[in-house]
């Protein structure tokens, strides 16, 4: 089974969203720094992948607690630990030095580059699926991974339920790369996700122009390049931007 761990600096809302995504309230949510100290572990299902999920303590430098050198340790071995680093910063405040600091730790923990790609299965790209299929194949073992994202929002292309959408993936371009649950990437019922990917603030701002367009991010969660929806996989430019990810 797959682990997720989330790590960020205090109060940034991992408690929150570790509740969220194991179903239950399970670890202590306070604003009061220090809450969480040790490591947290629950179960949870994604578009019906189930995967071990772990909760840890703020990182923090400098404090007065007692606790944070063991804090920093539990983190430390959280990232080691896991499969997949959601790294989570506060939007209200804007990225602090402490967050340039986690970010730092996980640029130098060797996880995954993911590139993350909205699909859709009757759209004249549809057979860039093979491509993406055959760039996850080529660096799978260098640390490098593909997301496919569901969306209905362009032309209506993507109808189907989700398991339509994984039947027809692997049955007509053996995709074994994961797949996400549908979901819109534009508007006011943009996913989480696309709001860190495109909208205000982002490194890549704007709106998603059609079915898929392409997301390069670093190990420590950053975005590296966004691509036009009709760069193909074996583009020079984004095996290239790849490849400079992975080092």
């Known amino acids: 089974m797959s682990i997720v761990a989330i790590v960020g600096r205090p109060n940034v809302g991992k408690s929150t969203l570790f509740n ?7 670890a202590i949510v306070d604003d009061t720094a220090g809450t969480t100290r040790d490591r947290h572990y629950g179960t949870s299902d994604w578009n019906g992948r189930e995967f071990s999920v772990i909760d840890t303590g703020g990182y923090a430098l400098g404090g007065e607690d007692v606790f944070e050198e063991e804090i920093r340790k539990q ?9 997949v680093v959601i790294f989570m910063v506060e939007v209200a405040t804007g990225i602090t030095d402490l967050d340039m600091v986690v970010a730092d730790l996980l640029r130098r923990s060797a996880k995954k580059v993911l590139l993350v790609v909205n699909v859709a299965s009757k759209c004249g790209l549809t057979p860039q699926y093979a491509g993406l299929e055959n760039l996850y194949q080529t660096y799978r073992e260098r640390g490098f991974a593909v997301l496919g994202v569901p969306c209905n929002q362009f032309a209506g292309q993507e109808p189907g339920s989700e398991a339509d959408i994984q039947s027809f993936c692997s049955l007509n371009y053996g995709v074994s790369f994961p797949m996400s649950a549908k ?65």
């Open 20 to 26: 969220r995504l194991v179903g239950m309230r399970k």
């Open 75 to 83: 983190v430390l071995l959280a990232i080691d630990e896991s499969d």
């Open 183 to 247: 979901v819109e990437v534009n508007g006011s019922a943009r996913h989480p996700l696309y709001r860190l990917l495109a909208g205000e603030g982002a490194e890549f701002p704007g709106d998603i122009t059609w079915n898929f367009e392409k997301f390069l991010l670093g190990p420590d969660g950053r975005v590296l390049a966004r691509f036009s929806p009709r760069t193909a996989p074996d583009d020079p430019a984004l095996v290239q931007a790849i490849e400079k990810a992975l080092g």
